[in-house]
């Protein structure tokens, strides 16, 4: 990389933390959660959050944050089912900027407990960077096979929580289920995995409960000292 690309790299980076971190205060100070869930198209994570929507009702108020490259169609999915959804299209950008997150933020209702982001469909990109969220969680379905945390292990190194989605279509896959609980383990022995079929329903109260404790818990913390509400 020549002396000038390196410069323009770091300043973009450089503006990026400043977003997430501006983020992160802003979220401390409501103490609301937010979760930048991360996986390839078609992973499955808008039906998990139209899943969650509908476990949720009545327990957890949380707002969605949607990244697609075109179209509001998973915004206008997730708000059919009475979740404040706000859709960032991102044209050719292939993860949502951290600016783009802190700006629509403001625009979520005040009295959410909890920030879910569907980040664009991506296992690299959005994984490289800090949005400000309390965690990244990365969604994996069983179609994409068995060795793709091998492949990809900087997102799932980084995940606070992992969720295999497709259950339901085990059955009739070659996907060695073990194997993945496997290679998950050998990059991230931490953060908790969950097993979910939108489709089927099963698995996703576990994920649920998850939320509802994160939440519970970032409703004890303590804003850090003289944070503004402001932004
Ligand atoms: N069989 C099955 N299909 C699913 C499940 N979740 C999502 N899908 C399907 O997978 C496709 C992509 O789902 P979507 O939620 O749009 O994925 P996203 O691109 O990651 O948001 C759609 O055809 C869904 O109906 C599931 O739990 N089981
Ligand atoms: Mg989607």
Redesign the pocket.
Known sequence: MSTARIHIHRAVMDDSLREATATRAWLAARRWPMFNCI?S???????LLEGLATLLAGRLKFAVIEGDCATAR?AERVAAHGIHAIQIVTGDGCHLPAAAVNKALADLPADSECVLV?NV?NLVCPAAFDIGETAKVA?LSVTEGEDKPLKYPALFRKAGAIVL??T??LPHLRFNLEACRHAIRQINSAAPLFEV???AGTGLSALADWLLAQAAAARQACAPLGQALGK
């Open positions: 996986g198209p078609g992973a499955g994570k808008t039906a998973d569907e469909g969604v989605t497709k339901d279509l079929s939108a489709r």
